[in-house]
């Protein structure tokens, strides 16, 4: 069993910048991918980026340039900057889309 909880949400204007956090704890040596996701109002979860144990990273595009996930040990980290008011959502942390935290929410807005 792995167990995730994610902060650092909250309420940025556009242009500003947050950094999420997971913590994960349990058996996160047999994780093999760590990822972000995150879900808008009305809309479904979507992909939004991740980190495989070798360090690869991959990006959806609308973030790539502005966001950068890293991992450090059981930690995993998401760094969103010129944050835009389209990426309000509750941003949820996976390890190998078999577990999940509860969210964090993320508002831009002005």
């Known amino acids: 069993q792995v167990q995730l909880v994610e902060s650092g949400g909250g309420v940025v204007q556009p242009g500003g910048s947050l950094r999420l956090s997971c913590a994960a704890s349990?058996?996160?040596?047999?994780?093999?991918?760590m990822g972000w996701y995150r879900q808008a109002p009305g809309k479904q979860r979507e992909w939004v980026a991740d980190?495989?144990?070798?360090?690869r990273t991959n990006y959806v595009e609308p973030v790539k340039g502005r966001f950068t996930i890293s991992r450090d040990n059981a930690m995993v980290y998401l760094q969103m900057n010129n944050l835009r008011p389209e990426d309000t959502a509750v941003y949820y942390c996976?390890?190998?889309?078999?577990?999940w935290g509860q969210g964090t929410q993320v508002t831009v807005s002005s």
């Open positions: 980190i495989y144990n070798t360090g």
């Open positions: 996976s390890a190998d889309l078999k577990y």
């Open positions: 349990g058996r996160i040596s047999r994780i093999d991918i």
